[in-house]
T-cell receptor
Framework: NAGVTQTPKFRILKIGQSMTLQCTQD?????MYWYRQDPGMGLKLIYY???????DKGEVPNGYNVSRSTTEDFPLRLELAAPSQTSVYFC??????????????FGPGTRLTVT | TQLLEQSPQFLSIQEGENLTVYCNSS?????LQWYRQEPGEGPVLLVT?????EVKKLKRLTFQFGDARKDSSLHITAAQPGDTGLYLC?????????????FGKGTLLTVNP
């Protein structure tokens, strides 16, 4: 299994441009997540999905959109890039394990710079 | 809003030393996970603890979940340069939305040879 894959690895955007960050998992996980990681700030949840066709906002959804048309794919869309969106973006997935825990598996990340 | 506070934020030690990293909250969590992240990569799960007072060992790493399920610690014995990385704790929310995690800001560990 490849696990969670993300593309691109790096990207530089100009202010106002749009882009889609791709995320694919081959573990048949129901749950998928998008996080951003800023230096010294840990991981902040942007959006998540509990299954195909179902998405919901996390802590910091403004400026982003998502869709989940298949179990495998969970793309993140930036419509009008702003410097505040400069960050490292991680996609993760998890399966419904025990009642008490959902262990997440992360992709390698996309480093995005908006100038 | 549930918060997880990790301490210390930075830790630089010599190879062979022992260390403990802490993860504290005023909230109860149904589960607590520890991840390690190396530069340029995504976090990798190390362990999950779900029972108050639970202790798990992973080679030289010992993880403990507090009795009240509000805190956790990670102890590394005889640290090695390969232990260098960002250690993140993450709590599973009590009360139903366990599929979402609350992450601490992390402890950046550097083990010098």
């Amino acid at each position: 299994n490849a696990g969670v894959t993300q593309t691109p690895k790096f990207r530089i955007l100009k202010i106002g441009q749009s882009m889609t960050l791709q995320c694919t998992q081959d573990m048949n996980h129901n749950y998928m997540y998008w996080y951003r990681q800023d230096p010294g700030m840990g991981l902040k949840l942007i959006y998540y999905s509990v299954g195909a066709g179902i998405t919901d906002k996390g802590e910091v959804p403004n400026g982003y959109n998502v869709s989940r048309s298949t179990t495998e794919d969970f793309p993140l869309r930036l419509e009008l890039a702003a410097p505040s969106q400069t960050s490292v973006y991680f996609c993760a997935s998890s399966y419904p394990g025990t009642f008490l825990s959902y262990e997440q598996y992360f992709g390698p990340g996309t480093r995005l710079t908006v100038t | 809003t549930q918060l997880l506070e990790q301490s210390p934020q930075f830790l630089s030690i010599q190879e062979g030393e022992n260390l403990t990293v802490y993860c504290n909250s005023s909230s109860v969590f149904s589960s607590l996970q520890w991840y390690r992240q190396e530069p340029g990569e995504g976090p990798v799960l190390l362990v999950t603890v779900v029972t108050g007072g639970e202790v798990k060992k992973l080679k030289r790493l010992t993880f403990q979940f507090g009795d009240a399920r509000k805190d956790s610690s990670l102890h590394i014995t005889a640290a090695q340069p390969g232990d260098t990385g960002l250690y993140l704790c993450a709590g599973g929310n009590s009360g139903g939305s366990n599929y979402k995690l609350t992450f601490g800001k992390g402890t950046l560990l550097t083990v010098n040879p």
